[in-house]
């Protein structure tokens, strides 16, 4: 998340600073647009259903719980693009010990 926030800063100060060095010499840019990881920083930490923030409310309850997590997670952002929820893997038991 930190490597998101820091490269949506760096997209906006740099690429914005470029865009407009490139207009004031009146070099063409169509069709150049710089990257935008806003919808990540947003999946992560928009208000109130960012991911972060149901986190911190779960762990807020008395009675929170993975499955409930899970079942919020799903309900706010089961259409977002970048979210995915994996499938459960059947665990496998542990290895015996070499002996």
Known sequence: FAN???QAHFN??????????YEREGIPLSGISPPDNTPVVDLFDARPHG????LQEEC????????SLLSKLAAHHKSHPLFRI?????RSA???PAA
């Open 4 to 6: 998101e926030k820091l």
């Open 12 to 21: 906006a100060a740099v690429f914005a600073s470029a865009l407009a060095d």
């Open 51 to 54: 991911l972060f923030h149901l």
């Open 60 to 67: 807020s309850l008395g009675q929170g719980s993975d499955a």
């Open 86 to 90: 994996p499938r459960a893997r059947a």
């Open 94 to 96: 542990a290895p015996a």
